[in-house]
């Protein structure tokens, strides 16, 4: 099918580190997202890799791509209470031609507790 | 700044009303998306266009219509609202094809059929 899954919720304490899972379906998908959506506001673009690499390295923030397994992961290091948020997967599959059009998992929520 | 803007935050309407819901990018972008999102389900593709007059179904194009008269602007629009359309409407828009793909998004509209 196609669907892009990953676990609904998901809470960490302060300062531990937050691992948010996902798996998709077109292996040849080329580039593979991270959303954040905040309360009440859209979604914003957090980081993307591209589906040539590995791993990908932000600052707090850490992407792997398992192709084979087509498993997409977001580490999240020290997490803080400004990181609760809804976190979506999205893939760009082949299929989707030129217009950009993104497959989305159902989003973690991630909370964040003292 | 880049910037979608959806004209409505919150919008109450009852069963068998006529709706539209506008956004607006001023990004000069190609194509446009409305996207819809329920709890546990993510974002679901209702229509997109990619470029002036021209529009796709996507994944849940029932009950809605679209139209984009001009580049900057793309409506969303439900002939008849009924109660299973109430949700929170997202609009989106990116480039053109050689670019990451990534989606900018408006703050959403949260729309209630009673």
């Known amino acids: 099918g196609e669907d892009v899954e990953q676990s609904l919720f998901l809470s960490v304490r302060e300062g531990d580190s937050s691992v948010i899972n996902c798996t998709y379906t077109?292996?040849?998908?080329?580039?593979l997202y991270w959303y954040k959506q905040e309360p009440g506001a859209g979604l914003q673009l957090l980081t993307y890799?591209?589906?040539?690499?590995d791993m990908k390295q932000d600052q707090r923030l850490t992407v792997l791509l398992n192709k084979k397994d087509k498993h997409l992961s977001l580490r999240i290091a020290d997490t803080q209470t400004g990181d609760s948020a809804i976190y979506f997967c999205?893939?760009?599959?082949?299929?989707?031609?030129?217009?950009?059009?993104?497959?989305f998992g159902a989003g973690t929520r991630l909370a964040v507790h003292p | 700044d880049v910037k979608v803007t959806q004209s409505s935050r919150y919008l109450v309407k009852r069963t068998g009303e006529k709706v539209f819901l506008e956004c607006v990018q001023d990004?000069?972008?190609?194509?446009m998306f409305w996207y819809r999102q329920d709890p546990g389900l993510g974002l679901r593709l209702i229509y997109f266009?990619?470029?002036?007059?021209?529009?796709e179904k996507g994944d849940i194009p029932e009950g809605y219509s679209v139209s984009r008269e001009k580049k900057e602007r793309f409506s969303l629009i439900l002939e008849s609202a009924s109660t299973n359309q109430t949700s929170m409407y997202l609009c989106?828009?990116?480039?053109?094809?050689?670019?990451?793909?990534?989606?900018?998004f408006g703050e959403g509209s949260r729309l209630t059929v009673l």
């Open positions: 999205a893939e760009r599959p082949t299929f989707s031609g030129g217009y950009n059009k993104l497959i």
């Open positions: 266009s990619y470029d002036v007059k021209m529009k």
């Open positions: 077109d292996s040849s998908s080329t580039y």
């Open positions: 989106a828009s990116t480039a053109g094809y050689e670019n990451t793909g990534e989606l900018f």
């Open positions: 890799i591209f589906s040539n690499m």
């Open positions: 990004m000069d972008h190609e194509n």
